[in-house]
């Protein structure tokens, strides 16, 4: 009975190093598109969502102006912006239905001691993912 304990802690320890491994090195590879240069487009739903974060290059701790356009009508649309790489709670910002898919929201980034702070924002309905998510850097 203890080896087979033993055997399932050993099993279930290199599958959590394993994952945070995976999850590291998904940090070192480059983002598709960097908002910190342009707005950047993403597919979802057979449709192109137009993604616009300003002013550029992001800053931590100053108002940064979000559109998101074509996303679709959705009642009760939020989003919760979190960091990958380093927690910093969730930021909740407020969207604005802006009529036929579009939606705007201001937003203050958390400011962080790495070189490159990933966060992902994520848009729920109802408390419950959409599906649709990107992910952008806020850079030192």
Same mark, same amino acid.
């Given at each position: 009975?203890?080896?087979?304990?033993?055997?399932?802690?050993?099993?279930?320890?290199?599958?959590?190093? @394993? @994952?945070?491994?995976? &999850? =590291?090195?998904?940090?070192?590879?480059?983002?598709?598109?960097?908002?910190?240069?342009?707005?950047?487009?993403?597919?979802?739903?057979? =449709? $192109?969502?137009?993604?616009?974060?300003?002013?550029?290059?992001?800053?931590?701790?100053?108002? $940064?102006?979000? =559109?998101?356009?074509?996303?679709?009508?959705?009642?009760?649309?939020?989003?919760?912006?979190?960091?990958?790489?380093?927690?910093?709670?969730?930021?909740?910002?407020?969207?604005?239905?802006?009529?036929?898919?579009?939606?705007? @929201?201001?937003?203050?980034?958390? @400011?962080?001691?790495?070189?490159?702070?990933?966060?992902?924002? &994520?848009? $729920?309905?109802?408390?419950?993912?959409?599906?649709?998510?990107?992910?952008?850097?806020?850079?030192?």
């Amino acid at each position: 009975m203890k080896k087979v304990f033993f055997t399932l802690n050993f099993v279930c320890i290199m599958i959590f190093f @394993s @994952s945070c491994k995976d &999850e =590291k090195k998904s940090f070192d590879e480059p983002l598709s598109c960097d908002l910190n240069i342009k707005d950047c487009t993403y597919k979802f739903k057979d =449709k $192109t969502i137009l993604i616009s974060l300003n002013p550029k290059p992001l800053q931590a701790l100053d108002i $940064t102006h979000l =559109k998101v356009e074509n996303l679709g009508d959705y009642d009760n649309l939020k989003l919760k912006i979190y960091g990958l790489n380093m927690f910093l709670g969730e930021i909740k910002p407020k969207l604005i239905k802006l009529g036929n898919g579009n939606y705007e @929201s201001k937003i203050v980034l958390s @400011s962080c001691t790495l070189d490159a702070m990933r966060f992902r924002a &994520e848009f $729920t309905q109802n408390d419950k993912p959409i599906g649709f998510y990107f992910d952008f850097e806020l850079r030192r």
